[in-house]
């Protein structure tokens, strides 16, 4: 069983970066991919960010490419989501996910959730 935990949410003006991380106890990653969705006001969870565990499948929506990065550290067991330029429209309560369903952006194919940390941006 995987436990995953957020942190580094907070207020930001637009144009501010941010960077949440995310930490991974328990279970093996490496046959895992992992994950950033979100959920905005009144809207549904969406995709934000993803890669396998070992790398080489990462892959964004395009709402963010360009904006933000997705990275882990293996020693940390971490993985993190790297926002830049950020904007109004990225306000949302961000979650990390893992599954065993490589590659997948829908949230029914996720196992393994955290519990959210909230982004605001506003000015």
């Known amino acids: 069983q995987v436990q995953l935990v957020e942190s580094g949410g907070g207020l930001v003006q637009p144009g501010d970066s941010l960077t949440l991380s995310c930490a991974a106890s328990?279970?093996?990653?490496?046959?895992?991919?992992m994950a950033w969705f979100r959920q905005g006001p009144e809207k549904e969870r969406e995709f934000v960010a993803g890669?396998?565990?070992?790398?080489?499948?990462?892959k964004y929506a395009d709402s963010v490419g360009g904006r933000f990065e997705f990275s882990r550290d293996y020693v940390k067991r971490e993985f993190y989501l790297q926002m830049n330029a950020l904007k109004p429209e990225d306000m949302a309560v961000y979650y990390c996910?893992?599954?065993?369903?490589?590659?997948?952006?829908?949230?029914?194919?996720?196992?393994?959730w955290g519990q959210g940390t909230q982004v605001t941006v506003s000015s």
């Open positions: 890669d396998n565990w070992a790398g080489g499948d990462k």
């Open positions: 328990g279970g093996t990653l490496s046959d895992l991919y």
């Open positions: 996910a893992a599954s065993r369903n490589r590659g997948k952006t829908a949230v029914g194919d996720y196992e393994y």
